[in-house]
């Protein structure tokens, strides 16, 4: 077995065994680094004067982490200017947000060389390279300057933009370009892979095979869709363990026989916030006999508060509460119970099982790993609902959810209303096929399926691509 690097912007030591806070991927990734005995190289989080190179090695639940600290200034323009000013949003269909400016280009530039010049000299002849994400788009090509010969992935956990607003970052072909130097590109959905395959058509002179390589003298990348999974198997063990269980009682007390909906995002534009309360108005405003009946609840943990518009999206969602439970609230109900801080995911296990709808609409979304953990904690005797936006790389996947238009009130409305009504049994048919996949796509059949492709085999196809 050859050993795994994995680069990522953040780092996350595994914490030992059992259900908490930390996320899928880094279950993931733990499991894969263990095996392999590889190490897991990022940033650290941290700042300091002047950059060195240092790493500092840490070794926990038998993985190697490896991280550096980054100056200020990088921090700065590497990931709160270019990685969140500029890419997240041209990404996520958000043009008008994006800033492009030339200093974030350069800070970027800058720390994706520095990530190289302190990662190369750890990597040796049999590893496979693995990178994660926008924030390193250029470090393939920039571990190539530096001769590293080795098979190198790049996945990108967010959407590729179609073409034409691709087109408005300046210097887009050469980010482009840079690409070609991995071996292989992997994709959450067959949409961002279309995307892609359309920008290396009207932009360059490259060929495409039938099984997806691409082409460019004498570089060839390999590009392959796949979709990443939860813990099914942790997930699961959370959502039945103790603390999922008070969760789940102290929810039952408090919504006191109210049907409970509830949503859980990242405090991010592209989450479709301000669109799902508007909905949620709708919904209120239309049938006063569900008023003191329902509730919303939406956990929204604060993120990237440095960048303006994060300070902004925030400011917009206190005034909509505000608006909303200041017009519909009476003395003894609250129909939006809006919330800033993050729960442990045993403890959100809790809640979603509680839960009798799962509103889950982002405007643009790589995947939605959210939207799974809802279904995966559902009650097997009487599971919940999910809606889901037909703009969440889920959406592929998860099609027996009720699959929503998240910019349009009227359809929010209506998904919120159907769901409420829906039977029992087509509850259970809809959230029995959604959890075979959920089940068989997990976490690890994901970090196989492109591990596979990195060391040179055929990837698994989809089930949508099978025979
Ligand atoms: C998205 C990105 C990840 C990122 C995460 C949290 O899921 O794809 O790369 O780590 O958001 O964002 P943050 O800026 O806090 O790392």
Redesign the pocket.
Known sequence: MNRLIVI???VSPPMGDGPGNQGGLAVALSAALRESSGIWFGWSGEETEAFTGHINFQRSYGVTTATVDLEAQDVEEYYNGYA?CTLWPLFHNRVDLAEFERGFAGGYERVNDRLAETVAPLIEESDLVWV????LMLLGRNLRTRGVKNRIGFFL??PWPPARLLESLPGHGELFDAMLDYDVIGFQSENWRESFIRYVQTHTDATIDQDGTITLGERRTRIVVCPIGIDFAEFHEAANGQTAREFYERMQRSANGRTMIVGVD?LDYSKGLPERFLGYERLLASRPDLHGQLFLLQIAPP??EQVRTYQQIRATLDSLSGRINGEFADAEWVPLRYINKGYPRDALAGIYRASRIGLITPLCD?MNLVAKEYVAAQDPDDPGVLILSQFAGAARQLTDALIVNPYSPDELAEAIDRALQMDLKERRDRWRSMMESIRNEDVRWWQACFTKALAGGQHEPLPEDRP
Not at 132 to 135: A, I, Q, R, T
């Open positions: 990522s912007n953040r969140n994660h994400d926008y924030h956990h967010i990242r993120s990237r790589g």
